[in-house]
């Protein structure tokens, strides 16, 4: 009978995709444990976190993408009112408004809701008008990606607000939106940041972080400390790096954010240059096998939803690793799988629960 059940569950799970993530996740134990200080409770949280995120990745699996579809509304919805909830009476922490408490929950972060709500709304929108997708239903698209972009860059999060706006981006493009667009939409986002920075609409903080990519030492005590720490961390790891629970600049606390956005400097530092592009080569193998499924896929909303999940994967550790290293601002984006963060592991595992559901549901089609 356990057996029986345990067949069924596993059914519908992608073994490669699975052991990828697992790969990743390990890995991302290990490093939390070093930038933890050997902190065992900090590294149990986590893997607690991990393991409610599998429970719910086997759940999404074992469902259709007819069935999960069916969410798209709701949970967009539900976004969309947990957002007004945080502007509303939000809790502030380290001056921004991104928390909301909720009774019997917790605290969450509603913003990571719409890094799978936005996709899931705008591939449940184009499969119910494939054969007849125009200039309206892109139209239509683009509202839906644009209110819940604007609640969070209101609170400010800048990071996730264009994660979300990436993620909509993908879909549309995977739809078919014409290149005129977008060539014409990129020439008006970046007229639209340099108004946004000529007329001080840019919080401070955010300025600094755009001029510290130029030259970190302007403010090597405050917005470029990130940045040339971690440089530091990442160089001084060489080849091979000094191994594992070895890190100066980790364990002499000279590194901010350790076990969240600037892991990877943990982790260039402990497993130096060989270290990264394995696990490189890991992202890549995963980001792969996201597009494989998506290439098989039966429905447009299943071509939609795994080539924006696989974009999505991509630009979080594109966005990571840039920052960390100094080539991008410093927005706030985790190392997917590896960083500490309950709320963005569940929401990369949901991801690839949907990402297994897409793989494995597939319908016999006459021949």
Not at 82 to 100: C, D, M, P, Q, T
Not at 259 to 272: K, L, P, Q, R, S
Not at 299 to 318: K, N, S, V
Not at 335 to 341: A, C, I
Request: net charge neutral.
């Amino acid at each position: 009978m356990i057996q029986q059940l345990w067949n069924k569950l596993t059914d519908h799970i992608d073994p490669v995709l699975f052991a990828l993530v697992t790969l990743i996740t390990v890995l991302g134990l290990m490093v939390l444990y070093s930038a933890a200080n050997e902190a065992m409770g900090r590294v149990v949280g986590q893997s607690q976190k991990v393991m409610v995120a599998v429970v719910v990745m086997f759940v999404l699996a074992n469902l259709s993408p007819t069935f999960i579809a069916r969410f798209a509304v709701p949970l967009y919805l539900i976004g969309i009112v947990l957002l007004l909830g945080v502007a509303i009476g939000g809790e502030v922490i380290k001056g921004a408004r991104r928390w909301l408490k909720l009774p019997l929950i917790g605290n969450i972060q509603p913003s990571e809701i719409m890094k799978i709500a936005v996709p899931l709304i705008l591939a449940w929108y184009f499969d119910k008008h494939e054969g007849a997708i125009n200039w309206k239903n892109f139209l239509v698209a683009g509202l839906l990606v644009a209110i819940p972009f604007a609640l969070i860059v209101r609170q400010p999060d800048l990071g996730t607000a264009l994660l979300v706006g990436a993620c909509g981006f993908y879909i549309l493009y995977l739809a078919g939106l014409d290149w005129r667009i977008i060539v014409g939409g990129g020439l008006i986002a970046a007229i639209s940041f340099a108004a946004a920075w000529e007329f001080n609409w840019l919080h401070d903080y955010q300025k600094e972080r755009v001029m510290t990519v130029f030259n970190p030492s302007l403010d090597a005590q405050d917005a470029g400390w990130h940045t040339i720490q971690a440089a530091i961390a990442i160089g001084s790891g060489g080849l091979i790096g000094k191994g594992w629970l070895s890190g100066t600049q980790t364990h002499l606390e000279f590194l901010p954010e350790k076990h969240t956005d600037f892991i990877v400097a943990v982790y260039g530092e402990e497993f130096g240059l060989i270290g990264v592009l394995v696990l490189l080569v890991i992202y890549v193998l995963l980001i792969g096998r996201c597009m494989l499924i998506a290439m098989r896929a039966q429905t447009l909303f299943g071509r939609l939803i795994a080539g924006t999940f696989g974009l999505m994967f991509f630009t979080y550790t594109f966005v990571n690793i840039g920052m960390v290293t100094g080539m991008l601002p410093v927005v706030g984006v985790p190392l997917p799988f590896v960083s500490f963060g309950g709320t963005a592991m569940m929401t990369l595992f949901i991801a690839v629960g949907m990402l297994m559901s897409i793989a494995t549901h597939r319908k016999l089609l006459a021949t």
